[in-house]
C-alpha cells in the first residue's frame, strides 16, 4: 500500500467510487487508509505555524505573508494554473471590527498570495446564515473581492448537491459545489466562542459549506463537524485569530464581546490548527469535543511535537 | 399641432413611464453593490441605502397625497410631485390617465392591442355608461373613510395597485417559474445545461431575486390583477372607466381644463370613428355634450376624425366644463359607505383592547392606529425586504388592515441591522429608521418565547442551542442553563436549556427562523413587547 496523506481530490474520486457502488472493498479498506495516512512518517512531516504580530503597528499583510514563507511558501500548496477556492467565515453581516467574521485583510493577503502563486482562478464561498448580499457587503469580503478580482460565489440553491459524505453520523447531504470543485481548498476561519461546540475554529467552518437542514447539525455537533471536516479536508487551515470573540458567541454584536489577539496560525493539519487556536481561549484542545474526535478519527493530531513547528514574531 | 403627433408623444411619454415603473420596483431590492469600503464600514456605522427614489410614482399619486393629509393630518415630504399633478390636471385635464398612468397603459395596451369588441359593439361599449359613477362612490367612500381615520386607498389606488400586483404576484411567479426551470438544469448530468443554468441565474437573480419569494395570499392578488385585465374585454379601459378612484379625483379638477375639445358638428358625417377609438367614453361625437371628467386626452378621437369636425384647443380665458356625472346615489352611497367601514374595521377590538399576537408588523411602524391612517399596503415594504418576512396581512390585522403589512417569522426574519422597509414607505406609515437608532433604541417588533413541548432540549429529545446560537443581540436574549430533563427512556440528561431574557429581545424572528422544528417552531415571535404599543408591554420597565 502506498502510504502518503490521501488528498481531497482523491478522497472524492473514492467517494464516487464507493457510491457508484463499484468497489465494495474499497469501502471497507477506505477509513482505515485514512487513518494510516494522517499518521504517514516522518517522509512527509505536517507543520503549524503560528504568526504573532507585536509591534504595535504590524501589518496583517506582512504577518500572512511571513507565516507563509516559514510553511515553505505559499508555491507549495498552490500550483499554477490551479483553481483555488477560499472558504472564509462571513456568515454574519456584522463589520470587521466585532469579529464574527474572517478579517478581511487577511482574507485579502491569502487572495494575494494565490495569485502571486499563479493560480488560475480564486473564488470566495461560503455558505451564509445572513442574507449572502447583506454579508458580502458588511463583512469586507464583497470589498476584497472587488480590489483583487476574486470571484466572491452566491449561495444558491442550484450549486447545492446531495453528496455522499460517508460519515459516521452524515450519509447524503446537500454540499455547497464550489467548494468540492476546485484543486486546492484554503479553510480561513475566524476563532471565536461557541456556546454548544465550545469553540468555533477551522472544522467548524464546514458547517459553512453545507446546506440542507443545518440547523439539525447540532444535535450531535462534534461528530458531524468531524464528518465535515473529514469530507472537505483543507489544502490548508489559517485561522484567523488577529481579533477573537471572547463572550457572546458566535455572533457577538458588541466591541466588547472582542479580544485583540494578533495572532495567525497556519497548518496542513486540520486538528492541530484548531488545538492551537483552543489554547488562545484557554482551553485545553482535548476539552473540545471535536478536536478530541478528530484526533480520534485519525484526522490529525494534537501533539505539535509530532509537527514540525514555527513561530513567525513580527 | 397635427393630431398624429399628439398621440406619438403620448406613446412614448407611455413607454418612459411604465419602463420607469417597472425599473423602479426592480430595484426596489438591497442593492447589488456588495462592495462597500470595510474601512468605513471600520470607522462608523453605514447603513445599506436604496440606490433609487424607488417611491417616486406614489409621491405622483395625489390620491395618495390628499387620503393621507386627511386621515394623517400631516404633509409628508416628497409630496409636492403630486401637488404639481394636480395643477397639470387643473389646466390640461386627466392627462396623468394617459400619459403617465404605468396600469392605465398596461389596460390601454391590453385593449388596444387585442380588442375584444369589433366595430358597432365596440363603438356602443364606448358609449358613456351609467357604472362610471361607481368610480366617484369608491373615491368618496375611500375620502370619508379617511376624514374617520382609516385609509383604504391602497387596496385600488392604481399605483398601489399595480405595484402590490407586480412585486407580490408577477414577479415572484414568474421568477419561481424561472428558478425552478435553472435548478433543474443544473442538477443535470450534462455539464454545459449547468453552466447554462449558472449564467442564467446571474442575469435572472437581479431582477426576480435570489431566493423562491413567496407571499401569502399572493394568488389571490394575482387573480385580481388577470381579472381586471379580463375586464377590458367587456369595455376598453374598464378599470380607468369605472373602478379607479384616483381617475375620478382627478375628473374632479379636469373640469376647469383649459385644454378642451372643441366640437364643430356642421362638419360631422356622424362616422363614429371617434367613438371607435374612444379610451375614457367620454363622448366625443359631435351633438353631445363632452365630459371634460370621463376624458383622458388620449387624443385618440382627435387623430382619427377624418373631417376635423373635432379639435382640442387651449381655450382662454377659462370657462368651467361640463360638472362630473357622480349621480346623488353614488355621493349618498359613499359617504354612508365611508362612514361605515372605519366603524366595521374597529368592531374587531384589535383597536382599544388586545391586538392579535400574530401581527407583527416592521421595525419603526406607528402605533397601529396611526398606521391604519396612513399604510397604503401598496406592497413596497414586502417587496424590499431581503428575507422575504413581510407579507400582505389577511385576517392578523382584522378587516381594516387588510394586506397591510406583517411579518411571518416562519418565512423569514427580521435582520438586526438591516432597515431597508423603513426608508422606502410612501407615506411614514413606518418612520425612518438608521441602523444605529434601531439597535440602540432598541426598536422591538414583539418578543420570543419558548414552546418547552415541542422544544428539543427542554422535551428530552437531545441539545439543540440553534435559537441561542443566532440571537443576534449583545448580551444575547436567549440565554442557556445547564439542566436535566429525562430522555424518552426515562434517563434523566444534561443538556443546556434555552431561556429568553425579556429585557434583551427584540422580537427578530430569527430564533423561530432557523429552529430545526418548522411550520411551527418550538420558540416564536409574538407582538407583545413591541415598542410602538403602550398597551403592548410586557415588563412594567424596560
Not at chain 2, 356625472?325 to 367601514?341: E, I, P, T, Y
Not at chain 2, 394586506?403 to 414607505?425: A, K
Not at chain 2, 417588533?445 to 428530552?460: F, K, M, N, V
Amino acid at each position: 500500500m502506498n502510504y502518503h496523506p490521501i488528498t481531497r481530490r482523491e478522497s472524492i474520486k473514492k467517494l464516487l467510487k464507493i457510491s457508484g457502488g463499484l468497489a465494495l472493498t474499497g469501502a471497507m479498506t477506505w477509513p482505515f487508509q485514512k487513518t494510516i495516512s494522517a499518521w504517514a512518517g516522518s517522509t512527509n512531516k505536517k507543520f503549524i505555524v503560528e504568526g504573532i504580530g507585536q509591534n504595535h503597528e504590524y501589518s496583517v499583510k506582512a504577518l500572512a505573508g511571513k507565516v507563509f514563507e516559514a510553511a515553505g511558501g505559499i508555491q507549495k500548496f498552490v500550483s499554477k494554473q490551479d483553481v483555488v477556492v477560499i472558504k472564509p467565515n462571513i456568515s454574519w453581516a456584522r463589520s470587521p471590527d466585532l469579529a464574527a467574521t474572517t478579517n478581511p485583510e487577511v482574507l485579502e493577503a491569502v487572495v494575494e498570495l494565490c495569485q502571486e502563486a499563479g493560480a488560475k482562478k480564486i473564488r470566495i464561498a461560503d455558505h451564509t446564515i445572513h442574507d449572502a448580499r447583506r454579508c458580502f457587503a458588511i463583512t469586507g469580503a464583497g470589498m476584497v473581492a472587488k480590489k483583487t478580482g476574486a470571484d466572491l460565489v452566491y449561495p444558491r440553491s442550484s450549486l447545492m448537491r446531495n453528496m455522499k459524505l460517508q460519515g459516521h453520523r452524515l450519509d447524503v447531504w446537500p454540499v455547497f459545489l464550489p467548494l468540492v470543485e476546485a484543486d486546492k481548498v484554503i479553510n480561513l476561519p475566524v476563532a471565536k466562542v461557541h456556546s454548544l461546540s465550545g469553540l468555533t475554529l477551522g472544522m467548524k467552518n464546514w458547517i459553512g459549506a453545507v446546506g440542507g437542514r443545518r440547523s439539525a447539525l447540532h444535535q450531535d455537533i462534534h461528530l458531524t463537524i468531524v464528518d465535515l471536516a473529514q469530507f472537505f479536508n483543507p489544502t490548508i487551515t489559517l485561522i484567523d485569530a488577529t481579533r477573537i470573540m471572547v463572550s457572546n458567541g458566535p455572533s457577538g454584536g458588541s466591541p466588547s464581546d472582542v479580544a485583540v489577539s494578533n495572532r495567525l496560525i497556519l497548518s496542513d493539519d486540520p486538528v492541530a490548527a484548531d488545538a492551537k487556536a483552543s489554547g488562545l481561549f484557554n482551553f485545553r484542545p482535548r476539552d473540545i469535543g471535536f478536536i478530541r474526535l478528530g484526533e480520534k478519527w485519525g484526522l490529525g493530531t494534537t501533539e505539535f511535537q509530532k509537527l514540525r513547528q514555527h513561530k513567525v514574531i513580527i | 399641432m397635427k393630431a398624429n403627433h399628439l398621440v406619438w408623444i403620448r406613446r412614448v411619454s407611455q413607454a418612459f413611464f411604465l419602463i420607469l415603473f417597472i425599473f423602479l420596483l426592480v430595484e426596489s431590492r438591497l442593492p447589488q453593490d456588495i462592495y462597500l469600503d470595510y474601512s468605513i464600514a471600520l470607522d462608523a456605522k453605514q447603513d445599506i441605502e436604496l440606490d433609487y427614489p424607488v417611491k417616486y410614482f406614489f409621491q405622483l399619486d395625489p390620491l395618495i397625497w390628499i387620503t393621507s393629509l386627511i386621515s394623517g393630518h400631516q404633509w409628508i415630504k416628497g409630496f409636492g410631485w403630486a401637488l404639481g399633478i394636480v395643477v397639470l390636471t387643473v389646466f390640461f385635464g386627466r392627462v396623468f390617465c394617459s400619459f403617465i398612468c404605468p396600469l392605465g397603459t398596461i389596460h390601454h395596451m391590453v385593449s388596444y392591442i387585442r380588442p375584444a369588441l369589433k366595430k358597432q359593439r365596440m363603438v356602443s361599449a364606448n358609449q358613456k355608461h351609467s357604472s362610471q359613477r361607481f368610480k366617484y362612490f369608491l373615491l368618496i367612500l375611500f375620502l370619508m373613510s379617511a376624514l374617520l381615520g382609516l385609509n383604504l386607498t391602497g387596496l385600488l389606488d392604481p399605483i398601489s395597485f399595480f405595484f402590490r400586483s407586480l412585486a407580490l404576484a408577477v414577479f415572484p411567479g414568474v421568477g419561481t417559474g424561472i428558478k425552478e426551470l435553472l435548478d433543474l438544469t443544473a442538477q443535470s448530468d450534462i455539464k454545459i445545461l449547468n453552466y447554462i443554468s449558472y449564467g442564467g441565474e446571474v442575469l435572472v437573480s437581479p431582477v426576480f431575486g435570489y431566493e423562491y419569494k413567496a407571499f401569502k395570499s399572493a394568488w389571490f392578488i394575482g387573480i385580481l390583477f388577470l381579472f381586471i385585465l379580463f375586464l377590458n374585454r367587456i369595455r376598453p379601459r374598464f378599470w380607468c372607466r369605472t373602478l379607479c378612484p384616483l381617475g375620478a379625483l382627478l375628473g374632479v379638477f379636469a373640469r376647469f381644463s383649459i385644454l378642451r375639445l372643441e366640437k364643430d358638428p356642421e362638419k360631422c358625417t356622424n362616422c363614429n370613428l371617434c367613438l371607435l377609438s374612444c379610451q375614457g367614453a367620454a363622448s366625443p361625437v359631435p351633438g353631445q355634450e363632452w365630459d371634460a371628467s370621463e376624458c383622458m386626452f388620449c387624443f385618440n378621437c382627435f387623430n382619427s376624425c377624418p373631417e376635423n369636425a373635432i379639435f382640442f384647443k387651449l381655450g382662454w380665458p377659462p370657462h368651467v366644463s361640463k360638472k362630473p356625472d357622480m349621480g346623488r346615489r353614488a355621493v349618498l352611497g359613499g359617504l354612508l359607505a365611508g362612514l361605515s367601514f372605519p366603524l366595521l374595521g374597529r368592531l374587531d377590538g384589535r383597536l382599544h383592547h388586545v391586538s392579535d399576537a400574530r401581527l407583527i408588523r416592521p421595525p419603526g411602524s406607528l402605533p397601529e392606529k396611526d398606521f391604519l391612517k396612513l399604510c397604503q399596503r401598496c406592497g413596497l415594504c414586502m417587496k424590499v425586504c431581503p428575507t422575504n418576512a413581510i407579507n400582505p396581512a389577511l385576517t392578523e390585522a382584522g378587516m381594516a388592515g387588510f394586506w397591510t403589512p406583517n411579518l411571518i417569522m416562519t418565512q423569514g426574519y427580521c435582520e438586526y441591522t438591516c432597515t431597508l422597509c423603513s426608508g422606502v414607505c410612501p407615506t411614514g406609515a413606518i418612520r425612518k429608521l438608521s441602523g444605529k437608532e434601531k439597535i440602540e433604541s432598541p426598536i422591538r417588533i414583539g418578543s420570543a418565547y419558548i414552546d418547552r413541548g415541542r422544544c428539543l432540549p427542554w422535551s428530552g429529545n437531545g441539545p439543540c442551542i440553534v435559537c441561542e446560537e443566532h440571537c443576534p443581540t449583545s448580551p444575547k436574549a436567549i440565554y442557556l442553563r445547564e439542566g436535566k430533563t429525562l430522555s424518552p427512556s426515562g434517563k434523566a440528561v444534561n443538556v443546556k436549556l434555552p431561556y429568553v431574557d425579556l429585557k434583551n429581545c427584540v422580537g427578530c424572528g430569527i430564533c423561530e427562523y432557523k429552529c430545526p422544528v418548522k411550520g411551527n417552531p418550538a420558540i416564536r415571535v409574538i407582538a407583545a413587547g413591541e415598542s410602538r404599543s403602550v398597551a403592548n408591554q410586557i415588563l412594567l420597565k424596560l
